[in-house]
C-alpha cells in the first residue's frame, strides 16, 4: 500500500500535495518544517501519526516556541484524521476498455510547411502525398459510430500535415457526419488542427460554426516561429499566420481553441514565446517541449531540464501577476482542476491511445495514435475490412498508473496517467515504461500548477 505526501516550494508558497486523495495544502513555514520530518516526503509503508506531538519532533525544532509546534502539530494530525493527509492509495482494478469514441482523423499527408522539428516528416508520415477521399472519411465514422457502443459524446479531430488542404472534403464529411449523429442518437464535437496558412473567411466561418475546439500552430515570438515553422521555400510563415488566427479567434466569441507552440533546445527562454501570444491577443495557450532524437541539435536533453524548470518557474510567476492584474492566461500545462477534474479511472488511464482513441490515414488504415501512423508494427486494422485488433486494444488499455512500478511509486501519476504511449515506446521500445525526460517536466509543471492555485487563492 503506498501513502504518499509530497511536499515543495514554488512561486513563494510551501505546498503539500496528498497524493491519494488529491488534497492540496498551502503550509506555514513551520508546518512544513514539521511534516517534513514526520514521515519522508514520499515513499511506501504505512505513516501512523500519535495524537500528540511526540518530544522528538519539539526537540527537532527547538527554534520554535514548544507550543507553536504543538499547535502546528494538532492541525496536520487533523488533517491525517480527515483522510487528507497520508491517506492510503486504493487499489483500482481498470476495467477492460471495448469501445473507441475518439478519433484523428488524417484528412491530409501532405503540407504547406516544412517545420524543421515535424514527427510527420513535412506532413506524408514517410510515405507518398496523399489526401483522404470522402469514401475513406464516411466508412471511418462509420467505424466510429459502430465501435463507441453505447456512447453518446464521439470526438474527432481533423489532423495532417495539413487539413485544409482538404478543406472540401472535410465540408462533405461533417455534412455526413451530423446526418449519422441522428440516425445513431449520438453526438460529434469536431476539432480541427491547422497552421493557418490557407485560412479565408469561408474556412473561418465554417470552423467557427461546426468545431467545437480548434487548434492554431504557431511558437511564439516572430523570429522564433519563423526559424523553426516556414513555408516549402524556406520563407517565414508568421506574418501570414498571425493576422488569420486573430480574425478567426475575435469571430469565435465563446468558442473553445488555443494557440499551441512547441519550444526546442533553440528557444529555452519559452516564458517570451507563451506572453508574446498572450501580448498578441491569445488567452488560451500551450507551448510544449519538443520530443526528438537525442541526437538531433533541437531535442531537449537532460542537462536542459535545471534550466527549463527555471523557465516554468518564471512564466508560473508572470501568470500569477498577469491573473492578479486581471489579464489571465489559460496555459494549458498549468491547467488543473482540483475540484471537478476527471474520474479516478480517467485520470488512471490517461489520453485512451489504442484502447478508446485511435488514429485514421488517408488509406484507412487505424493505427493507435497520430504518432504511430505508419509505423506498420502498430497497426490495427482498416475502416475498408472493419478489421480491429481487439489485443492489441487490450494491450493499450493496460497502458495505465497502474501497470508498472514507475508509475505507481510518482507523486504526480494522477495528474499523468501514465505519459504519451508513442515517446515511451520510440525512446524505451515499450508503451509502458515512460519516457523519464517527460517524466521530469510533467513534475515540474504540476508544481507550477498547484502553486498558481495556491497564490491565486490567498
Not at 542537462?303 to 489571465?328: C, F, H, Q
Amino acid at each position: 500500500m503506498m501513502y504518499n505526501v509530497h511536499t515543495f516550494k514554488c512561486c513563494g508558497q510551501r505546498i503539500a500535495l496528498d497524493v491519494p486523495s488529491g488534497a492540496v495544502h498551502v503550509l506555514s513555514e513551520l508546518s512544513y518544517e514539521l511534516l517534513g520530518r514526520i514521515a519522508p516526503p514520499s515513499g511506501s509503508g504505512q505513516v501512523t501519526l500519535e495524537p500528540e506531538c511526540p518530544v522528538s519532533l519539539r526537540y527537532q525544532l527547538a527554534k520554535y516556541d514548544s507550543s507553536e509546534v504543538a499547535e502546528a502539530y494538532a492541525e496536520l494530525y487533523q488533517l491525517y484524521k480527515e483522510g487528507l493527509l497520508y491517506s492510503p492509495d486504493a487499489e483500482y482494478k481498470m476495467p477492460p476498455s471495448g469501445v473507441v469514441k475518439s478519433m484523428c482523423l488524417h484528412v491530409s499527408h501532405d503540407c504547406n510547411m516544412r517545420c524543421r522539428y515535424c514527427f510527420a516528416d513535412g506532413g506524408d508520415y514517410n510515405r507518398s502525398r496523399k489526401l483522404m477521399d470522402l469514401e475513406t472519411g464516411k466508412k471511418a465514422l462509420d467505424f466510429l459510430f459502430e465501435k463507441s457502443g453505447k456512447i453518446h459524446n464521439l470526438e474527432v479531430d481533423m489532423f495532417g500535415g495539413e487539413p485544409l488542404l482538404n478543406f472540401g472534403m472535410i465540408r462533405e464529411l461533417v455534412a455526413y457526419g451530423r446526418q449519422r449523429e441522428r440516425e445513431f442518437d449520438k453526438r460529434i464535437a469536431f476539432t480541427i488542427t491547422t497552421n493557418g496558412a490557407l485560412l479565408d473567411d469561408g474556412s473561418i466561418d465554417f470552423i467557427n460554426a461546426e468545431f467545437s475546439n480548434v487548434v492554431l500552430s504557431i511558437d511564439g515570438r516572430r523570429e522564433v516561429n519563423d526559424k523553426m515553422r516556414t513555408f516549402e521555400d524556406g520563407s517565414g510563415t508568421y506574418d501570414t499566420i498571425l493576422p488569420k488566427f486573430k480574425r478567426l479567434v475575435e469571430r469565435r466569441g465563446e468558442g473553445e481553441y488555443y494557440v499551441r507552440g512547441t519550444f526546442t533546445r533553440a528557444n529555452l527562454d519559452f516564458t517570451s514565446d507563451v506572453l508574446a501570444l498572450a501580448d498578441a491577443g491569445f488567452d488560451q495557450i500551450s507551448v510544449e517541449p519538443v520530443v526528438l532524437d537525442e541526437r538531433d541539435e533541437l531535442s531537449i536533453r537532460r542537462e536542459d531540464l535545471p534550466r527549463i524548470y527555471a523557465e516554468y518557474d518564471k512564466l508560473a510567476r508572470e501568470l500569477i501577476k498577469r491573473n492578479r492584474a486581471g489579464r489571465s492566461i489559460n496555459f494549458f500545462h498549468f491547467m488543473i482542476d482540483l475540484d471537478g477534474g476527471p474520474c479516478v479511472y480517467k485520470r488512471c488511464k490517461g489520453c485512451g491511445s489504442g484502447s478508446e482513441y485511435v488514429a485514421v490515414t488517408p488509406d484507412g488504415d487505424i493505427y493507435p495514435c497520430h504518432q504511430f501512423v505508419e509505423f506498420t508494427p502498430m497497426k490495427m486494422g482498416s475502416v475498408y475490412d472493419n478489421t480491429f485488433d481487439r489485443d492489441m486494444q487490450k494491450q493499450f488499455a493496460g497502458h495505465n498508473i497502474t501497470s508498472n512500478g514507475t508509475c505507481r511509486d510518482c507523486w504526480a501519476k494522477y495528474f499523468c496517467g501514465g505519459g504519451c504511449a508513442a515517446n515511451n515506446h520510440k525512446y524505451n521500445g515499450t508503451i509502458s515504461e515512460p519516457y523519464a525526460i517527460t517524466c521530469e517536466l510533467e513534475r515540474k509543471r504540476v508544481e507550477c500548477a498547484l502553486a498558481i492555485k495556491a497564490a491565486l487563492a490567498e
